[in-house]
Every structure is written in structure tokens, then in C-alpha cells.
């Protein structure tokens, strides 16, 4: 069989498991964002396939969220909270040992894609004078911190038994 | 399961009319156009006429006014927000104040504006999903950036990818839902405790999952190159995009349109 097939494929249902556990809330935060699992497929696949397939991966995820009924304020925010950010997650494939420094990277840079998209919305659509950084890095970081740690302990259980299919 | 019941998944609705008989690319060029034109609006009574243009096109979408309002309700409150923001702390000779809030005339104005702008994106923006099923956005969406192929643009992969993940969605929803119910037939507590808890109860679900799923690619990727899959190069479709007059039409009409009354916001008014 092709290497690249395979890759597809795994890409795609990688994507596919992603948004059905963004369905799945674990816990909803009282300000609005959600705990969910949805970063760990695609954190998984990039670490198993590399940077590029796991960028074009997080890429198809967000464009699909988008699709599903994403909401587009800004052209700059449509662009940063759904490819971007999903794609940024990618990066874990450039740090694949240990596994845990991987994740972290790229759940930042997603954590980042989100803080700035907040910085751009508030910018536009906030009056003047308002502290729009550290509003936009407590609201995202209040959600995308917990999903980390969830995903690493996760990914730690998952990851021995996924080397065992093979 | 009272986790994954009543799920709406995607937003499509099928229907015979005009718009959702257009071609994907036309629909996608034409709703970045209209999203780009509400974007450039200055004056807030210029908004009273892309909200009946909006109404045109549900009209000739032939899905129902209520369906095409009721999609903006996950912003609804992003929208006040933004609005009340505006209207309290825009700077501005008072009309009113209420302890340490000021109201001004130009708050009032910036708040309906900005209100309403927000409201315009998100509305236009869920008529090319209301009309447009996700496969032919993906199908749309290749043919758009095929252009870009010979520069090493993974046009095609991309697209493939999107097409496996929509197709596999609901299977992995009902995937999810089936080892729930398994786990819970042993006993497992999936929806009571803390985050904690409720994270342990999710392993045995999340396992075999990740499982399942990791191993379902073996299965379609020999599928896929057993039926000859060789990538995208050569590829035929069953249904292939046609891009007709009609949609010259269309697309034309919009960005016309578009330049129109942008010209108009800043000449006119």
C-alpha cells in the first residue's frame, strides 16, 4: 500500500474524530468556552505522520467546523479561529520526542491563533481603550489550558496502545 | 444517550430552488463578494438595503425567513454585546447618564451599526451553508484553488481529506454513541462528578475510539487503492461542476452589486 494513501486517509478520519469530539463536551466553562477533546486526534496524527500532513490535517478540520456552521465576523477571524488554529496544531509534528513537548507547542501556537483572532474582533468591534490582550489571552486561555492538560494525559494512554495496532 | 441526541449536524437544508441549484464556486465567490460589500458599509442606513437583498435571496432560496434569522441565534449574544459596549462607552456628548453610564447620540449610532454589521456577516455567511451541501462546498472549494496546484498547493489531498472527514462524522458520532452504551451496560457513570471524574469514566470510551478509528484508515486506504486510487491527477467525477451562464449571472450580479452600493455609501450619503 501507498504511504501517501494511508496518510490521506488517516488525515481525513483524523479531521472527521476531531469535530465529532468537538460535539462531545466534557465540561462546559461558565464563561462560554467548552473543554473538549477535539485537539487530540489531530495532535495525535501530527505526531504520527509529521508537520506538513498534520498541518493539512488541523487545515481540513477547521475548514470543516467552518462549514458546519462556523461563525465569520471578520475575514482575519474566519481565517484564525478555524484553519489556523486547527492547522497550527500541526507543529506538534516537528517535536515528536517527547511526545508531550510536541503537543504543548502545538496546542500553544492554537492558543495563540485564538488570542490574536480576539485581538483583531475587539479591535474592530470594541470602543477604544480597552484592554483587548489580556481580555482575549484569560478568555482563550481559560479553555485551551485545560484541553491541553486533558490531551496530554490522554494522549499518554492512547499512544502505547495505537503502536501496539500497528 | 442525552450526549449526543438532537444533534443537528451541519446546517444544510435540501430543497429544489435557484440558489441551490447554483454552482459551489459561484456561490462561494459570490458570498466572500457580499461579505466583503457588508464589510465595507459606513453608514447604518445603508444596511437597510443589503438586509433586503438578504430577504431576496432567501426568498429566490426559497427557505423560510424564520430558518435564515434563527441561524444568527449562536451569536445573538456576541451581537447585544458588542452593541451595549458601543452604546455605553463611546465618548460623545451625553444625552442621558445613568449613575456613571453615558449614553450619547454617537454610542447609540455606533452600537446599532456595529450590531448589525455583525449580525449581516454571520446571516450572509449561513446562506451559502443553508444552501450548499458540505460535499459540494469541498468539491467548490478544490475546483477554487486548483489554479494553485502547479505552486505545490495540496488542492486535491486537501479536498479528499475533506470529503473522508464529512463522510466519516456520523459514523464516528454513532461509533461514540456505541461504546457509551457499552460502557455503560458495564456500569461506567458517564455524566455525574467533577472534571475529573467524568474524565476517567471518558477513557474506556476514548480508547477503543482512537482505536477503531486509526485502524478504519488500514481498511480504507486498501479499499481506496484497490479501486485504483492513485491521487488526484486523472481523476474523473460522477458529477463533474458545470459552471453556467446562470451562474455568470449570479456572480456578476453580486459583485456588481456590491461595488454599487459601496459607491453609493460613499458618495451618496
Redesign the interface.
Known sequence: MQNRTRMLVEGGLAAGLAIALSYLRIFRMPQGGSVTLENLPLLIYALRWGFKGGFGAGVVAGLVQLILGGYVVHPAQALLDYPIAFGVLGFAGLVRKPIWAGMLLGTSLRLVAHILSGVIFFASYAPEGTNVWLYSTIYNGSYMVPNLALSLILAYLIWPRLKKVE | MK??NH?T???YVPTESLIHAMDPRAKILGTVSL??GV?LVEHPSAFLIWFFLLMIITFLSKLSYRLILGSAR??LI?VIF?AL??IF??GGTPLFAIGFLKISREGIT?GVY?GIR?LL??LF?SLL?LTTS?IE??DG?EALFAPLKPLGF?AH??A??????????PT??DE?DRIMKAQLARGADLDRGG?IK??RS??PV??P???I??????D???A??SRC?K?GKGRTRMDPLEWSISDSVAFTTCLALVLFLSWIDRSIW
Open positions: 450526549f449526543l444533534l449536524f451541519g446546517q461579505l466583503t464589510f449562536p451569536v456576541l458588542t459596549i458601543h462607552f463611546t455606533m456595529m455583525l456577516l454571520v455567511a451553508t458540505p462546498l469541498a472549494l495540496p489531498e486537501l479528499m481529506m475533506m470529503t473522508i472527514a464529512l463522510r466519516f462524522i464516528l458520532l461514540t472534571l467524568r474524565l471518558f477513557i476514548l480508547i475510539l482512537f482505536v478509528v486509526f485502524q478504519r484508515a488500514d480504507l486506504a486498501i481506496m487503492e486510487y491521487g
